[in-house]
């Protein structure tokens, strides 16, 4: 069972309730109404009672005051020839009083026949009646039924409240069973929200002391290889200009050999010593060896210094790819610091929304 089911048992039990207090209510305003008809219907009976024994009372004294009328007729009859000392006058007030009571007595009857004609002659009020006592009869058959099903309810109808009441318990004990279980969860998801803030903290914290210490280790190496390199090509920059010297000293020497030695084989008819052209001829030949060996020496220290020079280059651009390659690693750690530190975020965010979700359901 869940909080929908409680909810559901909750308001059926409630709609009973309220349909029941309405069906007493109804019922008492129906005993009211009742009452008030029978009050009525008996004080209309009261009346027509009253007005038959009127009728009846009348038509009695009418038929007596006909039948004293007619015996005192017949007693003048029969004593007029008997009584001439009676005086005319006496005799006719006497008749004329009696006539004035059989004529008040004669008006009243008429007025009574006539008050009962009108109420035999109201079909409405009969109807009403009618309905009224019909309406009561229903009235008492259905307090009698009500009675009955309340007095005779099955077993299974007097055990619903107390299945019902007992549901509602067992609901009562899961709901908080499982608001005891929420708020263990809550404390929780707030702790290990804590955690991951701290977590975070330190994760920032690393990853800027990282970032320096790989900023400075970098900026130092840079520097490093820089000052190497620099040193190096001052080096081979002062091993070239040494060698453009010697170059151009022994591109000079060879030049001045060439011009002495054409100056001696034109001029062949100058008169020098035997031993002196020989000893000039000697010295050339030899200095002109010593000259060529010097300037395959300083042709191969070239070699040497270029392929030198292209090995310190292709160093620099290694060093330069290693350099390259260890700031991309570092970037990219950076990167994967600053994406976990954005998910622990989002997560973070997602478990303080369902914190606050879950505050309003213990709330509700």
């Known amino acids: 069972m869940d ?28 005993r009211k109404d009742i009452s008030t008809f029978n009050s009525n219907i008996a004080e209309i009976e009261k009346d027509i009672d009253a007005l038959d024994s009127s009728k009846l009372c009348s038509q009695d004294r009418a038929r007596d005051s006909s039948r004293r009328k007619q015996i005192y007729l017949n007693e003048q009859a ?11 006058d006496a005799y006719v007030s006497q008749l004329i009083d009696r006539e004035a009571k059989y004529d008040s007595i004669s008006s009243e009857a008429h007025q009574l026949s006539e008050r009962i004609k009108e109420l035999q002659e109201k079909p409405a009020e009969a109807q009403k009646r009618l309905t009224v006592a019909r309406l009561m009869t229903m009235l008492d058959d259905l307090q009698a039924s009500l009675l009955q099903k309340v007095n005779e309810t099955p077993a299974g109808e007097e055990t619903r409240p107390h299945e019902l009441l007992k549901a509602i318990q067992e609901l009562s004990r899961e709901r908080e069973k499982e608001l005891f279980l929420l708020r263990k969860r809550e404390h929780e998801i707030k702790e290990s929200i804590r955690l991951k803030k701290k977590r975070i903290i330190e994760l920032r914290s690393e990853s800027d002391r990282n970032i320096g210490t790989l900023r400075e280790s970098c900026e130092y190496e840079l520097m490093g290889i820089t000052g190497r390199i620099q040193k190096e090509r001052r080096d081979l920059m002062n091993e070239i200009q040494r060698l453009e010297g010697t170059n151009n000293h022994l591109a000079r020497v060879i030049q001045d050999t060439r011009l002495s030695g054409d100056a001696s084989t034109s001029d062949r008819t100058v008169s020098l010593p035997a031993d002196v052209v020989m000893g000039v001829s000697q010295d050339v030949e030899a200095e002109s060896k010593d000259l060529c060996e010097r300037i395959t020496a300083t042709n191969r ?11 310190l ?3 620099m651009n290694d060093e330069a790819l290693k350099y390259n390659n260890k700031m991309s690693q570092t970037k990219k750690e950076i ?17 303080k929304d369902l914190c606050d979700s879950l505050a309003a359901q213990l709330q509700e």
């Open 78 to 88: 029969k004593f007029s020839p008997q009584s001439p000392q009676l005086s005319r």
């Open 3 to 30: 909080f929908k089911s409680l909810d559901e048992l909750k308001k059926e039990l409630k709609e009973l309730e309220d349909s029941l207090h309405k069906g007493e209510l109804l019922l008492e305003n129906k």
């Open 335 to 351: 990167f994967l610091y600053q994406d976990e530190i954005m998910k622990m975020e989002e997560e973070n965010k997602s478990l």
């Open 301 to 311: 220290e070239m070699q040497r210094l270029m392929q030198n020079t292209k090995t």
């Open 313 to 315: 280059q292709d160093k």
